[in-house]
C-alpha cells in the first residue's frame, strides 16, 4: 500500500495540522520509508538464510507463582510519631506545599 499526498492531507486535518505543501511531500517521504521498514520487520523469520539451527530443546517459559502470605505488623499512632522525624503534639510536621 502506498500513501499520497491526499492521505497526508487527511491525518493533517485530522491532527489539526496546517502543512505547506513542501512539508506535505517531506512527510509523505517519511511515512513511506516507516511503511516500508514496518513491512519489511513483518516478514516471517523463516525468511532467514537457513544459517541458524533450531534446538529441539528450548528453555521452557512459565511463569512463577508464590503465595500471599500475611505478615502482620504493629501499626500504631504513636509508632509512626515517634519514627517521624518532625512532630508536635501527636501530628506529623511535613513541609509546606503550595
Same mark, same amino acid.
Given at each position: ?32 520509508s516507516i ?6 520487520? $513483518? ?7 537457513? =544459517?541458524? &539451527? /533450531?534446538?529441539s *530443546?528450548?528453555?521452557?517459559?512459565y511463569?512463577?507463582?508464590? $503465595? ?7 501499626? =500504631?499512632? &504513636? /509508632?509512626?510519631v *515517634? ?16
Amino acid at each position: 500500500m502506498s500513501l499520497s499526498i491526499k492521505d497526508v492531507e487527511n491525518l493533517a486535518e485530522l491532527a489539526k495540522l496546517e502543512l505547506t505543501q513542501e512539508e506535505k511531500e517531506s512527510l509523505l517521504h517519511d511515512m513511506d520509508s516507516i511503511l516500508g521498514y514496518v513491512k519489511q520487520i $513483518e516478514r516471517p523469520s523463516a525468511e532467514v538464510d537457513g =544459517s541458524i &539451527e /533450531l534446538s529441539s *530443546e528450548a528453555p521452557r517459559i512459565y511463569n512463577v507463582w508464590r $503465595e500471599d502470605i500475611l505478615e502482620p505488623r504493629e501499626f =500504631s499512632k &504513636e /509508632l509512626i510519631v *515517634e519514627q517521624f522525624p518532625d512532630s508536635q503534639d501527636g501530628f506529623l510536621k511535613v513541609k509546606k506545599i503550595l
